[in-house]
């Protein structure tokens, strides 16, 4: 007979927990306590493969336990857990958790070749700006268009599998593309509505992140308060030192752990915000020689901008 202790017992049973689904152990942030932690090492224990990087990404970005972070998510990245390994190859790009002459960029791309060979498609994208840019890797353009271009068709293949309003945006039907000139969508970098990322779900790690950090400071300790989130909403992972994360070379106003975290985030909303620095400078100077209060028209401009 199934009493209920003992199907209390068979929830608990490392078999059940090995197999919980990701959707099972999706915590939330605003749902953390002992038990959800204890829940999460347990699963992890039993060799759950989504609960040990969940876990692991926690630990890492939360706590700041780089150590016991790392050791989850490299856990759950040799069992092939193609989120875990790109979340790694940040982490080695960005030297996370390290003083900045701990970036690694060579194994970054290593692990996003694995990640990408699992058909993790900002990984794809990723490796492709690092051919293009011989970041840690052999500098090869072609090769690296060649990667970006697949990257854009697989956004583009999922679009068209889930009908999502992305393939419209693809084929420059929804009028949210309007270029200067004729273009093909898919052959641009990031530049475009590329079908597919506008309305993705994020990782549940990643929301975690971000709800986490809606709430908290960042960081801990000296220096804690000049360390920023990614500015792509959905991804929330935050600096580990100061100046840690690429900003965008053209306003210098947003900063991103990642290319594919600046690509996402260039298609659904940087794109219509970004105003050279040199412009809002010169808006600045423009106001300040008219009223004689250099300070104050800078601030001006700058909130007219409505910068984060
Ligand atoms: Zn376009
Ligand atoms: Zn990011
Ligand atoms: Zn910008």
Redesign the pocket.
Same mark, same amino acid.
């Given at each position: 007979m199934l009493t209920c202790s003992r199907f209390r017992e068979l929830g608990q049973h490392k078999l059940v927990l090995r197999r919980a689904s990701p959707a099972c152990v999706a915590v939330r942030a605003g749902a953390w306590c002992d038990d959800a932690r204890r829940f999460l090492v347990r699963c992890a224990q039993a060799g759950n493969t989504e609960a040990s990087y969940l876990l692991g990404m926690i630990l890492f970005y939360c706590f700041e336990n780089r150590k016991l972070g790392s050791e989850l998510l490299g856990a759950a990245a040799r069992r092939g857990h193609a989120e875990a390994l790109y979340s790694m190859a940040i982490i080695q790009f960005n030297g996370s958790g390290l003083p900045k002459d701990g970036r690694n960029l060579h194994a970054g791309a290593q692990l996003c070749v694995r990640a990408a060979s699992r058909g993790h498609n900002d990984a794809l994208r990723e490796l492709g700006h690092c051919v293009s840019d011989g970041y840690g890797v052999r500098r090869s353009l072609s090769g690296g268009r060649r990667l970006l271009i697949q990257a854009n068709f697989r956004e583009l293949c999922s679009a068209v599998a889930t009908g999502g309003p992305g393939f419209a945006a693809a084929l #420059?039907l929804s009028g949210e @593309?309007k270029?200067p000139g004729p =273009?093909m @969508?898919l052959l641009?970098d990031y #530049? @475009? =509505?590329v079908a597919g990322s506008a309305g993705r779900r994020a990782h549940a790690a990643n929301a975690f992140l971000a709800e986490w950090y809606a709430s908290r400071q960042l960081g801990s300790g000296a220096g804690a308060g000049a360390l920023r989130l990614c500015s792509q909403p959905t991804c929330g992972r935050p600096e580990t030192r100061k100046h840690e994360f690429r900003r965008c070379s053209v306003c210098s106003a947003v900063i991103y752990c990642s290319r594919a975290c600046q690509a996402l985030h260039w298609k659904v909303a940087h794109k219509n915000e970004c105003v050279p620095m040199a412009h809002w400078l010169d808006a600045a100077n423009a106001n300040a020689n008219a009223n004689g209060n250099a300070v104050a028209a800078v601030e001006a401009a700058a909130a007219q901008m409505a910068m984060p």
């Open positions: #420059g @593309c270029p =273009h @969508c641009s #530049g @475009c =509505h």
